[in-house]
């Protein structure tokens, strides 16, 4: 089958791959440059462990104090602040306690078995080497915070994911770089895996892909009787199907076909700093909302979120703020080498829209804070698809 895939971040190199490897003639079409595609800049992580949507019932009651204070890790980009009203209302829908916990086993049932999916790309693409399993940490400021993590983790664990609970001397122990005192324990996902170079990961599967790349920087999609008529500033493709796989740029390329899905970017930043790698295992400061992954010969300190503003410039106070929880911990790095800002593609119940929206389109975004970890199993679902497989209801482009 002749196929176009519309985006060329994870999720759709990942696809891409798949199904040129499975005998369809496959066409890439994406800008060349995208310098905020969110899958070059993250922290890394098959973050197996990630069963919590964004929207629980504590992030509905600390949303105010959250969302209105510009320096908290979770903040609104207060220029697009009215324009993201409908898809709030939505998302503080999705917090509250049954739906939370619907959504929470949801992404249990997708996200737990990544790192085998993952295992076998990695190995199939000869990259082995930038792939680690030395587990992940969430570490707590404080006794008060460390009680209340674990208590938290009980759900994780009720839906299967493994987790430790760590003291001070266990993590100095796993740690020994971070500073003594400075946290009171940790939350430690044993052997899960990382990702010390995901742009990398973009460049081989791009390379390894056998498919047509076009480098459009606009597009629209109109249905023709058989299969999909795609305008772009390079001239018109056709296709029998279509995969939508623009990351936090879908939305607006399905509203002229009548599907309308509630997607936002939730900006996310990151800095690096060549050069130091005084860790050996992604490590998130809970209260400040970032990982510091190790990267290859660098550190990568990456994540907090700021709603909205999907073509708008970087908030420069973001990085500064995101500066200043990276010394909280490691007071002497030198100054960052470089710094990025990337779009995740948001939905209000923190799960993907995966699936055929109308005949011949299929829907792979919307994956919000585990793109990287969800990649893979996107690309087979999406090939179950065009084999004319329904969507999962709970990631069905119809379930809005
Ligand atoms: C700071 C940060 C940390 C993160 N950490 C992790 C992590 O540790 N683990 C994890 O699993 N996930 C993580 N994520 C989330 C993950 O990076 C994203 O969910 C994932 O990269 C989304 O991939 P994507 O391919 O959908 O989107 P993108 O990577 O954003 O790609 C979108 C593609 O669409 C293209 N495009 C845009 N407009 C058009 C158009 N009009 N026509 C055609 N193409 C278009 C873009 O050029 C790009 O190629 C993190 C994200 C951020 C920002």
Same mark, same amino acid.
């Given at each position: 089958?002749?196929?176009?895939?519309?985006?060329?971040?994870?999720?759709?190199?990942?696809?891409?791959?798949?199904?040129?490897?499975?005998?369809?003639?496959?066409?890439?079409?994406?800008?060349?440059?995208?310098?905020?595609?969110?899958?070059?800049?993250?922290?890394?992580?098959?973050?197996?462990?990630?069963?919590?949507?964004?929207?629980?019932?504590?992030?509905?009651?600390?949303?105010?104090?959250?969302?209105?204070?510009?320096?908290?890790?979770?903040?609104?980009?207060?220029?697009?602040?009215?324009?993201?009203?409908?898809?709030?209302?939505?998302?503080?829908?999705?917090?509250?306690?049954? %739906? +939370?916990?619907?959504? !929470?086993? @949801?992404?249990?049932?997708? =996200?737990?078995?990544? /790192?085998? *999916?993952?295992?076998? $790309?990695?190995?199939?693409?000869?990259?082995?080497?930038?792939?680690?399993?030395?587990?992940?940490?969430?570490?707590?400021?404080?006794?008060?915070?460390?009680?209340?993590?674990?208590?938290?983790?009980?759900?994780?664990?009720?839906?299967?994911?493994?987790?430790?609970?760590?003291?001070?001397?266990?993590?100095?122990?796993?740690?020994?770089?971070?500073?003594?005192?400075?946290?009171?324990?940790?939350?430690?996902?044993?052997?899960?895996?990382?990702?010390?170079?995901? %742009? +990398?990961?973009?460049? !081989?599967? @791009?390379?390894?892909?056998? =498919?047509?790349?076009? /480098?459009? *920087?606009?597009?629209? $999609?109109?249905?023709?009787?058989?299969?999909?008529?795609?305008?772009?500033?390079?001239?018109?493709?056709?296709?029998?199907?279509?995969?939508?796989?623009?990351?936090?740029?879908?939305?607006?390329?399905?509203?002229?076909?009548?599907?309308?899905?509630p997607l936002t970017a939730e900006r996310g930043y990151h800095l690096e700093f060549d050069g130091i790698e005084p860790l050996t295992r992604p490590t998130c400061p809970v209260a400040k909302g970032f990982y510091f992954?190790?990267?290859?010969?660098?550190?990568?300190?990456?994540?907090?979120?700021?709603?909205?503003?999907?073509?708008?410039?970087?908030?420069?106070?973001?990085?500064?703020?995101?500066?200043?929880?990276?010394?909280?911990?490691?007071?002497?790095?030198?100054?960052?080498?470089?710094?990025?800002?990337?779009?995740?593609?948001?939905?209000?119940?923190?799960?993907?829209?995966?699936?055929?929206?109308?005949?011949?389109?299929?829907?792979?975004?919307?994956?919000?804070?585990?793109?990287?970890?969800?990649?893979?199993?996107?690309a087979e679902l999406v090939s179950r698809a065009l084999e004319g497989e329904a969507p999962q209801p709970a990631l069905s482009p119809a379930r809005f």
């Amino acid at each position: 089958m002749q196929i176009a895939v519309v985006g060329a971040g994870i999720i759709g190199l990942t696809t891409a791959h798949r199904l040129a490897l499975e005998g369809h003639d496959v066409m890439v079409i994406a800008p060349a440059e995208e310098p905020h595609r969110a899958s070059t800049g993250n922290a890394g992580t098959i973050a197996t462990y990630a069963l919590d949507p964004v929207g629980t019932p504590g992030v509905l009651r600390d949303a105010p104090n959250l969302l209105l204070n510009p320096d908290s890790p979770l903040a609104i980009h207060r220029p697009s602040a009215l324009s993201l009203v409908p898809w709030l209302l939505r998302f503080a829908r999705q917090s509250l306690p049954v %739906a +939370a916990q619907r959504n !929470r086993q @949801a992404l249990a049932g997708i =996200a737990l078995d990544a /790192d085998t *999916r993952w295992r076998a $790309l990695i190995t199939a693409l000869g990259l082995d080497a930038l792939l680690h399993d030395r587990g992940a940490l969430y570490a707590y400021d404080s006794p008060q915070a460390l009680a209340r993590g674990a208590e938290a983790m009980k759900a994780r664990q009720a839906l299967g994911a493994a987790v430790e609970m760590l003291y001070a001397p266990a993590l100095h122990a796993l740690e020994p770089a971070l500073p003594e005192g400075r946290f009171a324990g940790a939350a430690l996902f044993p052997g899960t895996l990382w990702l010390d170079d995901p %742009a +990398a990961v973009l460049t !081989r599967l @791009a390379a390894s892909t056998r =498919a047509h790349r076009i /480098d459009a *920087r606009s597009l629209s $999609l109109a249905p023709k009787p058989q299969g999909w008529q795609i305008d772009t500033d390079r001239g018109p493709f056709s296709a029998e199907a279509v995969v939508l796989a623009a990351g936090a740029w879908s939305a607006p390329l399905l509203r002229p076909l009548g599907v309308k899905i509630p997607l936002t970017a939730e900006r996310g930043y990151h800095l690096e700093f060549d050069g130091i790698e005084p860790l050996t295992r992604p490590t998130c400061p809970v209260a400040k909302g970032f990982y510091f992954t190790p990267m290859k010969g660098r550190l990568r300190a990456a994540g907090t979120v700021e709603l909205g503003g999907i073509g708008a410039p970087p908030s420069p106070h973001r990085w500064e703020k995101l500066e200043q929880g990276v010394r909280s911990v490691f007071p002497d790095l030198p100054p960052p080498s470089r710094r990025w800002m990337g779009l995740r593609p948001s939905i209000p119940d923190s799960l993907p829209v995966v699936g055929t929206a109308l005949p011949g389109l299929i829907c792979a975004f919307g994956h919000g804070h585990i793109g990287l970890t969800l990649a893979p199993l996107t690309a087979e679902l999406v090939s179950r698809a065009l084999e004319g497989e329904a969507p999962q209801p709970a990631l069905s482009p119809a379930r809005f």
